[in-house]
């Protein structure tokens, strides 16, 4: 294989899942492909109170609810932490940042474990939000997640980006399936200047909002790459009829509206009024652990 293709290794889950449609499911329009740098730590670093208050919220919302166990569950539910975030936004109450999370899974055997964009014997070169413990990670029997943070205002490539009829399944040595893939001729040259410039640093790939692989750009790309993984033909030719057709709703996630939307507003309510209250008591962060700390003794007050 070329050195400047990009393989990317998809669990099956993901493909399977954007690929099952569900009549009558008015869900979110949502990116089915996207390929984004990943937020550097020294760029969390050099506005540390801000980061950490983003990164509060976060944690903050899987303790709420049932968000955790629908996360781990399915990590594309993680996009209702952004859907009422807007909703709530709409009130002025909040901004968007230029950055956004997104839930990157690994299953976690002696290949998977190096693939942990915040592992490096457990130390975290990029920032993440790990959903699990340390010791349940040596659990090598369990997929695992963690949420990464991309960076979204150095530009990127989406969905509209790519010539929708160059996607095709193609075979792949190792008997795993794999999808061939072209960014448009009007944008290759932004795409090939775009790696060039993130040589030596990881981005992410990114399939219907959940990473898929953040490969270490080695050098300047042309236009195309391919997706791999296990998923069967059948599955992967539906999601590929997704991106040709440019349908973004999501079909593999029922969004449900009324009653499941008040509810997910008044959980961000009281995520946001967590934050106000970590913020007027100027809890100290400590790290990953002593951040989880802060939550807790918030939550429990």
């Not at 969390?44 to 109170?49: P, S, V, Y």
């Not at 709703?249 to 009281?270: K, L």
Request: glycine residues 6%; proline residues 4%.
């Amino acid at each position: 294989m070329p050195s400047a293709l990009i393989r990317v290794c998809v669990l099956a889950s993901v493909f399977a899942a954007t690929a099952v449609a569900q009549d009558g499911a008015d869900a979110p329009r949502c990116e089915l492909f996207e390929f984004r740098a990943l937020m550097p730590l020294e760029r969390a670093m050099a506005d540390l109170e801000h980061w950490s208050r983003e990164e509060l919220r976060v944690l903050a919302w899987l303790e709420v609810g049932d968000h955790r166990s629908r996360v781990l569950a399915d990590p594309r539910e993680f996009h209702r932490f952004y859907e009422s975030l807007a909703r709530y936004a709409e009130g002025g109450n909040w901004s968007p940042t230029a950055w956004r999370w997104y839930p990157h899974v690994v299953r976690l055997d002696d290949a998977g474990r190096a693939r942990f964009i915040g592992n490096a014997r457990f130390r975290k070169p990029e920032v993440a939000i790990w959903l699990f413990a340390e010791g349940e990670a040596r659990d090598e029997t369990h997929v695992r997640i963690e949420l990464v943070p991309v960076d979204r205002a150095s530009g990127g490539f989406v969905t509209d980006d790519l010539v929708a009829d160059s996607f095709a399944v193609v075979p792949v040595e190792s008997g795993e399936t794999g999808v061939v893939y072209r960014v448009r001729a009007e944008r290759e040259e932004a795409y090939g200047d775009w790696t060039e410039a993130r040589i030596g640093q990881r981005v992410a790939v990114i399939v219907d909002g959940v990473i898929v692989s953040a490969p270490i750009v080695m050098s300047r790309l042309p236009g195309r790459g391919m997706i791999s993984g296990s998923a069967d033909a059948e599955h992967v030719e539906r999601w590929i009829e997704c991106v040709r057709t440019a349908n973004r709703s999501d079909p593999g996630v029922v969004t449900e509206r009324g009653e499941s939307d008040e509810r997910d507003d008044a959980e961000m309510r009281a995520v946001l009024e967590l934050d106000r209250r970590v913020s007027a008591a100027k809890t100290e962060y400590e790290g990953d652990s002593g951040l989880v700390r802060s939550v807790e003794q918030v939550v429990e007050a």
